[in-house]
């Protein structure tokens, strides 16, 4: 499928100068966008990929089908918006973090599918890690303790269960790559780099240096040898010799990290937050890693230039899926904006409070058999408070984390970013900024990933001079001011707790 | 390219007839009046009720257009509407840096579904959820123009003078609609708010129905030229955008 987003040509201000690509490769489909100076839109065109379950807990993707598909999605966006490769001045790379993939470096072809960053297979490997005694090494080195979560574990059981793997990682024939080494590899006929913010999220990369760790491979038993060499977020890694003959690989970014950026959060304190089926919220941290404390993971921001920017992560497994889950199991809507329309039916919740702790609560919780629950139903309760109930969730699911990362620092969130599917709820966006006693705010073009990766291909080419010109281009759709009294908020904050806590040790 | 498809020219005279005959009609009387036999008539009313678009009484068995034909025009929900529109909107505020609504019948009033800023960093209120004047303002009078059965009769409404612009009399108001009918397209030159003008275009759902009006706001002297007419740039950015968001209608 897709979908033309460009403005009328006539109008276009990219006809005499160049514009910048991005490839968004995401979970479920890989995206072109192709963004003007001012950091419009001009086209997108977008192709799904297969999501392949051999095993509950496996999730899988074919890395060659998702090449094809960009080898596809990049020429059609070109296409509408009338453009030829010359006009390209450089493609930018977002991608799905962590999922894994090894392949041959002579014939290209991967040894097996990647193993996407939603499967679980690594258990054991990290449940060996942390009886080894290493949880302490990983935490100092790599920022965080072992988890299924990181691609590490994953290159791992790739090298201990796919034949002929390891003997040919160890004789130089087999490549490690996330997405982003595996396009730029394809692209560039064979450049082997990948971008500190991917390397961040392996849990082989040192947090300080922004090098592998011979510690933290000799732990994992990764040979050094097949992973590629870490780069900086905005530089010219190769040219690309197919798809865009001639034009410049010029930036690559995980996804949220290029959500940062997209979002010109380039001030400490600064925090964007995606929704989608969960959400993620980062805040800069400058040039200081931020503890670990409460859950939360330090990360790379970017690094654009000599100076890394560090990011403080907190995720939230579930919120745009539990809209779903409303819809899709319990049929009480018919699609997910729907669900704004029920709870405007209501005041308020009703005393009614829904915790999705679908597979355990995740920061700031971390408590692995802890269970959904309703709470508060009395006869009252009807469809439009459990929909309140549902949005109400992501707000104060928000607001935990914000809570975690003010405790961690100074320097207090004082408004919010926001992006993604989600932001279309105003009810719930305004919830938001009443749980957070907080601004929130959202960008024109809600392509925040997308415009990121863009933003560091850019700037390496010159594109853009420097990040001042970038800000420039944010500009305010919306603001949803908090408009909710001191008591209401403490008082539905110390409920959502009490929610919260029966949600607790369900599983035995 | 495939002629007119005869069972739908048949089914839109069928409408035709039921909605100007000012009576409801008996199967006899539609098969006499389109020159057809009975059972084809049937056929055609019979799924035409399954459509909720013709209504039969139970007593008399005759039949008059149905509700359906209503809530086509306002069955779309309003937060579905907004999740289709919202990226268009977005390209339309930044093509045009004008502010972008979004809005829809509501009783004798303009619903606003959805607002974006005008992208200039001027500090703005965001106004989803608020009702405004259908006589005085471009989305208003575009639901007037384009959605007549899902909005009051202008001589119904309350035409309250806002400025010395606004259409304050019934016959003020109709030469505007039927501007904007010619035009595609109906405006607003400072008759809500002095100096604010707008433009708004119908956003039209499978049928051709009219479901929205999507709409600019801008100063008016950045809005209108010299003649009064909106500026094409910014009527064409208008246009192309409720073209694309119409497209995203056609199917639920």
Redesign the interface.
């Given at each position: 499928m897709t979908t033309p987003v460009s403005g009328d040509g006539r109008s276009g201000d990219y006809r005499h100068s160049q514009v910048v690509a991005a490839i968004d490769q995401g979970t479920t489909s890989t995206r072109c966008l192709l963004f003007s100076r001012t950091g419009r839109m001009l086209a997108v065109a977008q192709r799904e990929h297969r999501q392949h379950y051999p095993e509950p807990g496996r999730v899988e993707h074919d890395a060659e089908e998702i090449w094809r598909n960009v080898a596809r999605v990049v020429p059609e966006a070109l296409k509408r918006a009338g453009l030829g490769p010359e006009n390209i001045a450089a493609l930018g790379i977002a991608n799905q973090r962590e999922t894994t993939v090894i392949w041959n470096r002579h014939t290209g072809v991967p040894l097996a599918r990647a193993i996407t960053w939603q499967d679980t297979r690594t258990g054991p490997i990290v449940a060996e890690l942390v009886e080894a005694g290493l949880t302490d090494l990983y935490s100092r080195t790599s920022g965080f303790t072992p988890a299924t979560y990181f691609a590490g574990p994953r290159l791992r059981w790739l090298l201990d269960h796919v034949p002929g793997a390891r003997e040919g990682a160890e004789a130089g024939d087999v490549l490690f790559g996330t997405m982003e080494s595996w396009l730029i590899w394809r692209l560039t006929g064979g450049v082997h780099v990948t971008d500190v913010s991917n390397a961040s999220r392996t849990m082989m990369m040192d947090l300080r240096t922004l090098e592998w760790s011979p510690k933290l491979l000799e732990a994992l038993d990764v040979p050094e040898r097949m992973l590629p060499e870490i780069r900086s977020n905005a530089e010219v890694y190769g040219v690309c010799t197919e798809v865009l003959p001639g034009v410049p690989v010029a930036g690559a970014l995980g996804d949220q990290q290029a959500a940062l950026v997209g979002q010109t959060c380039f001030a400490p304190g600064e925090v964007k937050c995606t929704y989608g089926t969960g959400a993620f919220l980062l805040k800069n941290t400058g040039p200081r890693i931020a503890g670990s404390a409460q859950g939360l993971i330090p990360t790379v921001g970017y690094l654009i230039g000599d100076e890394p920017v560090y990011a403080l992560e907190g995720s939230i497994a579930v919120t745009g899926s539990l809209v779903q889950w409303f819809r899709d199991s319990l049929g009480m809507i018919g699609t997910a904006a729907q669900i704004e329309t029920l709870a405007m039916t209501v005041p308020d919740n009703g005393g009614c409070y829904v915790v999705p702790a679908f597979s355990g609560l995740y920061a700031p919780h971390w408590q692995a058999t802890a269970r959904g629950v309703i709470v508060g139903l009395t006869g009252y309760i009807t469809r439009g408070h459990l929909a309140r109930a549902v949005l109400e969730a992501t707000a104060w699911q928000t607001r935990e984390v914000v809570e975690a990362m003010n405790a961690e620092s100074g320097i207090p969130v004082t408004r919010l970013k926001v992006d993604g599917g989600m932001t279309a709820d105003h009810l719930l966006m305004q919830y938001v900024a009443d749980v957070l006693d907080v601004p929130v705010e959202r960008p024109l073009g809600s392509e925040a990933v997308s415009l990121g990766a863009a933003y560091v291909a850019g700037l390496a080419v010159g594109h853009w001079s420097d990040l001042e010109v970038l800000r420039a281009n944010w500009h305010r759709a919306a603001l949803w001011r908090p408009d909710m009294p001191a008591e209401v908020r403490d008082r539905e904050r110390a409920n959502w707790g009490r929610a919260v806590d029966r949600s607790y040790d369900w599983v035995v | 390219m495939p002629g007119p498809i005869q069972s739908i020219e048949r089914a839109a005279a069928v409408l035709r007839l039921l909605g100007g005959a000012g009576r409801p009609l008996a199967l006899a009387e539609l098969a006499a009046a389109l020159d057809l036999p009975r059972p084809t008539v049937h056929g055609i009313v019979a799924t035409l009720r399954s459509e909720g678009l013709v209504e039969q009484d139970h007593a008399s068995a005759l039949y008059r257009l149905g509700g359906g034909l209503r809530t086509l025009a306002s069955g779309w929900?309003?937060?579905?509407l907004?999740?289709r529109a919202?990226?268009?909107a977005?390209?339309l505020?930044?093509?045009t840096g004008c502010a972008v609504y979004l809005a829809v019948p509501e009783g004798a009033a303009a619903g606003i579904v959805h607002?974006?800023?005008r992208?200039?960093?001027t500090p703005?209120?965001?106004r989803?959820?608020t009702d405004h004047p259908l006589h005085a303002t471009a989305w208003g009078k575009c639901l007037l123009a384009f959605a007549p059965v899902s909005t009051p009769a202008p001589r119904d409404l309350e035409l309250r003078r806002y400025t010395g612009r606004t259409a304050s009399t019934v016959a003020m108001l109709e030469a505007h609609l039927a501007a904007a009918r010619t035009r595609g397209m109906a405006t607003d030159v400072g008759e809500f708010e002095s100096g604010a003008g707008g433009a708004a275009v119908p956003l039209r759902s499978g049928g051709g129905l009219t479901v929205a009006a999507l709409g600019i706001a801008a100063p008016v002297e950045q809005l209108f030229g010299g003649g009064g007419e909106p500026r094409p740039?910014q009527a064409?950015?208008l246009r192309?955008a409720g073209r694309?968001i119409s497209a995203l209608l056609v199917s639920r």
């Open positions: - | 929900d309003r937060h579905d907004r999740a919202m990226n268009w977005d390209v505020a930044g093509g607002h974006v800023f992208p200039d960093g703005q209120t965001l989803t959820n740039a064409d950015l192309a694309e």
